[in-house]
């Protein structure tokens, strides 16, 4: 079930009820294997959602860096839950046998898309059951970010299958 609302966390009563409704039987019934959260990385919501749904959601999480300096410029959000808070609280989630947490990663060419960049994200995912999801940028004619390479997605994604990681382009 994909519903965008923005950051589903900031607002963590409205999302919780949600989730309940859409997971009930008596609600909408839908299998809790159905229905992930995505997020930006709100650690102590994190936390709440592993508790209160016992791992039973599925979470996404929008990483696009590997590295707190990279991190927060792309994501401002890491000034204020750096990777060095986020990872633990991955690594805490309480996933049932067989679930991943999704990894959702945007290539911007230049800002996150090297080979180093993948070798940092493996190792920065290293003992987390997770499945990449690398996201090509779309070009935006108002903006200097850009799109990374056709062969440096591939490169990236080479890097991160031979980890040991599923990964999706």
Same mark, same amino acid.
């Given at each position: 079930? !994909? ?26 019934? =839908?299998?809790? @294997? ?6 930006? %990385? ?10 209160? !749904?016992? %791992? ?10 590997? &590295? ?17 808070? =986020?990872?633990?609280? =991955?690594? &805490? ?16 060419? %230049?800002?996150? &898309? ?5 070798? #940092?994200?493996? #190792? =920065?995912? @290293? ?24 062969? %440096?997605?591939?490169? !990236? ?10 990964? !999706?382009?």
């Amino acid at each position: 079930v !994909f519903m965008g609302m923005g950051e589903p966390l900031h607002n963590y009563e409205a999302t919780a009820r949600a989730l309940k409704l859409l997971t009930h039987p008596d609600g909408i019934g =839908l299998s809790t @294997r159905k229905v992930t959260v995505s997020t930006s %990385g709100l650690v102590p919501e994190i936390r709440r959602l592993g508790e209160e !749904f016992e %791992g039973n959601i599925g979470l996404a999480i929008s990483l696009h860096a590997a &590295d707190d300096e990279a991190r927060s410029r792309l994501m401002p959000i890491n000034k204020k839950y750096p990777l060095t808070e =986020l990872i633990p609280a =991955l690594r &805490d989630y309480p996933l049932p046998k067989r679930r991943r947490i999704t990894i959702e990663y945007t290539l911007i060419r %230049g800002k996150n &898309d090297s080979i180093e960049d993948a070798r #940092k994200l493996t #190792k =920065l995912l @290293r003992g987390i059951p997770v499945k990449v999801n690398l996201i090509p940028m779309s070009p935006i004619e108002a903006s200097s970010l850009g799109p990374a390479e056709g062969q %440096g997605v591939m490169a !990236f994604q080479r890097v991160i299958v031979e980890a040991g990681y599923s990964c !999706f382009i």
